[in-house]
């Protein structure tokens, strides 16, 4: 029996003014929003070349051995830490990170190399910006809310973050990723490479969330959860395999 699949929505039909289009997305994610807790996205208005050019500059950037890596630690007084990072020795998590907050916060902390990473990321992040207020502009229609509502209760912008992750890879003892947890956000926005690892939890059973050319994963976090009173309830993890 085939895998179930995490539906598709294509965006353009709201940058088209295609009113046919729009209703038939939103029946798709009114159902996903309700099933899953997720739905990937295409033709969502971020550059399919620049969200691989920050990919392959993450790469690059984790590559480099750990002084050159901590010369981004965060500043003391962010709130979170915006910079380079590692989990903890003892979390059963095992990944390395950068975080950011939206261009211009006084919290960054962007490393020097490989070069243009500053400006890409910056790209990145202002693009998914407009694809997150977008999505959120739909959701809030499909769910019922009052007009605005998500927006006007998330108006904040400035604790917006992106972080780019990379996962250890697994060992022959053990696999490794991120364990199973609720995001605690409105909206979520996810890009994958090609190695995958994203699972959702669906009726007990964890279901792939295959990579696929130019697509984002959205996920519908903690706080549109309690807004609806937990008509939606949904769980994910990040698992890497031994090969």
Same mark, same amino acid.
């Given at each position: ?9 294509d ?6 003014? +295609?009113? +046919? ?11 996903? !929003? ?58 059963? +998590? ?24 500053k ?22 229609? !499909? ?39 609720? +995001?605690?956000? !409105? ?8 190695? #995958? #690892? ?16 130019g697509?984002?994963v ?10 609806q ?15």
């Amino acid at each position: 029996m085939a895998e179930p699949l995490i539906p598709t929505v294509d965006l353009s039909p709201f940058t088209k003014n +295609d009113e +046919d289009g729009k209703k038939k997305a939103m029946e798709v994610i009114t159902k996903a !929003c309700s099933e899953y807790g997720f739905f990937q996205i295409v033709n969502h208005g971020v550059p399919i070349n620049l969200l691989q050019r920050a990919l392959d500059l993450s790469k690059v950037f984790f590559e480099y051995p750990s002084d050159e890596k901590l010369k981004s630690s965060p500043a003391s007084n962010a709130p979170l830490p915006a910079g380079y990072n590692t989990q903890p020795q003892q979390s059963p +998590d095992k990944n390395e990170y950068l975080l950011m907050f939206p261009p211009g916060s006084t919290f960054n902390v962007f490393p020097q190399n490989p070069p243009d990473f500053k400006r890409v990321l910056e790209d990145v992040f202002s693009k998914l910006t407009e694809t997150g207020l977008l999505v959120e502009t739909i959701v809030n229609q !499909c769910l019922g809310l009052p007009p605005n509502f998500l927006k006007e209760y998330n108006h904040d912008r400035s604790w917006d973050f992106m972080v780019a992750l990379r996962y250890f890879p697994a060992t022959e003892s053990e696999n490794n990723g991120l364990t199973e947890h609720e +995001d605690s956000n !409105c909206i979520s926005l996810v890009f994958q490479d090609e190695a #995958g #690892g994203l699972e959702v939890s669906k009726d007990g059973e964890w279901i792939p969330v295959i990579p696929a050319k130019g697509t984002l994963v959205v996920n519908i976090s903690d706080v549109i959860q309690v807004i609806q009173h937990h008509l939606f309830f949904f769980v994910i993890k990040v698992t890497l395999y031994k090969k």
